[in-house]
């Protein structure tokens, strides 16, 4: 079982989750500006998050199912966030609030090794996806994110993947035919 299924798990014994969502496809979870302190358990479906500069969508992460998502940065500092969070299609989840989450994880040493377990795993992550945009060619991008991710390719359209993988729709098109 991994860390995830573990400490949802134990969230589903304690009866925690504060309540469910629904999202349809393309409605947001959350907008730029707002602050969200959530953590959000995909159930069913798919979404993303994403920032918008001036010229474009630029995709950061995904979420999907028996995933956990949240907008990291507001609910780590309690401030607005960039962020947007989308459904990429109709998606249930289930909500606990900073505050149950935080009395559930110091609760027990148990809880808080799995937490940084999966804090650990997100960091080491994000770093190796840094690193691919840094240094490697888009083919590279693509095949590492296909080896690290397959589940991405079945459950999220092109258009998303490519700007996730910091390039045009139609590179991502000819880079899988080949």
Request: charged share 30%.
């Amino acid at each position: 079982m991994n860390p995830i299924e573990k400490l949802v798990e134990e969230i589903e014994c304690q009866n925690l989750w504060e309540k469910e969502l629904n999202l349809t496809r393309k409605e947001y979870l959350k907008v730029r500006g707002s602050i969200d302190t959530n953590l959000y358990f995909i159930v069913k479906g798919s979404l993303r998050i994403f920032i918008i500069d001036e010229f474009e969508e630029h995709t950061i992460r995904f979420g999907y199912r028996n995933n956990i998502i949240a907008a990291l940065d507001s609910y780590i500092k309690n401030e607005p966030s960039d962020l947007y969070i989308q459904a990429i299609k109709k998606t249930e989840l289930k909500v606990i609030s900073k505050n149950s989450f935080n009395n559930f994880i110091w609760s027990s040493k148990k809880y808080i090794k799995i937490w940084l377990e999966i804090v650990n795993e997100l960091v080491y992550k994000h770093m190796e996806r840094e690193r691919d945009i840094l240094t490697t060619s888009p083919v590279e991008r693509y095949k590492r994110v296909l080896g690290r991710s397959p589940q991405l390719f079945q459950e999220i359209p092109n258009k998303y993947i490519a700007s996730y993988l910091r390039m045009k729709p139609e590179t991502l098109s000819r880079i899988k035919k080949s």
